[in-house]
């Protein structure tokens, strides 16, 4: 079974600074993925980040930059030059080969402070 | 692109009466859908998968007869809850896959259903 953990359940920071988000994971597959998303207050899932498994290199995507350490199984979301709009819930996930299901770590709240 | 959309956004009702939910995909076609539950301050919590023109795969726990799931097209996914009572009352949330792209194991989340059965 797969498991996603988010250690830090909230987390702040401050305008134009930078915060880094730490997941671990553990799974059996070798072909998996590896997912960042963000729930603003408006609870829409919306999706910052994905990683393939089989890819070394780090995935970026403008402000947001993950640290993917496959042996170590950790999979960290940087977020440079925090915004307001930046504060939300964000979810670490994992999503496996075949059935497709993500399984989530428990959130983590990101507060940016002006 | 890649856009998820839910109806309704917010449903009151009485116990004992049926809620359907519609998910669909609106740019996209999906041949799998997916179906989750947030409490709140919680995570998402997978509740079946639904295959298009299949039935739908369900999470261990989670009642079929209650939580009625139908896929009959590549953009439309229905989540039916039959005679609702309060514990009912939570957060649905659905996603869609893409077909045939090549990030074709993301997810695309709707933003949600918000149920109240009083």
């Known amino acids: 079974a797969q498991t996603v953990t988010q250690s830090q359940p909230e987390m702040s920071v401050q305008e134009a600074e930078t915060v880094t988000l730490s997941c671990t994971y553990d799974t059996s597959e070798s072909d998996y993925y590896l997912f960042w998303y963000k729930q603003p207050p408006s609870r829409q899932m919306i999706l910052v980040i994905r990683?393939?498994?089989?890819?070394?290199q780090n995935a970026t995507e403008n402000r947001f930059s993950v640290n993917f350490q496959k042996a170590a199984k950790s999979f960290s979301l940087k977020i440079s030059d925090s915004q307001l709009g930046d504060a939300a819930m964000y979810f670490c996930a994992c999503g496996r080969g075949g059935s497709e299901k993500l399984v989530f770590g428990k959130g983590m709240k990101l507060t940016v402070n002006p | 692109g890649a856009v998820v959309s839910q109806h309704p956004s917010w449903v009151i009702c009485k116990s004992g009466t049926s809620v359907k939910i519609e998910c669909r995909s609106l740019d996209f076609q999906a041949t799998t859908m997916f179906w989750y539950r947030q409490f709140p301050k919680q995570s998402l919590m997978l509740m079946a998968t639904s295959n298009e023109g299949s039935k739908a795969t369900y999470e261990q726990g989670v009642e079929k007869d209650k939580f009625l799931i139908n896929h009959a097209s590549l953009t439309l996914s229905t989540l039916t809850v039959t005679s609702a009572h309060p514990e009912d009352s939570s957060f649905y949330i659905c996603?869609?896959?893409?077909?045939?792209?090549?990030?074709?194991?993301?997810?695309?989340f709707g933003p949600g259903t918000r149920l109240l059965v009083l």
């Open positions: 996603s869609a896959r893409e077909v045939g792209s090549v990030h074709s194991r993301t997810q695309y």
């Open positions: 990683q393939e498994a089989y890819k070394q």
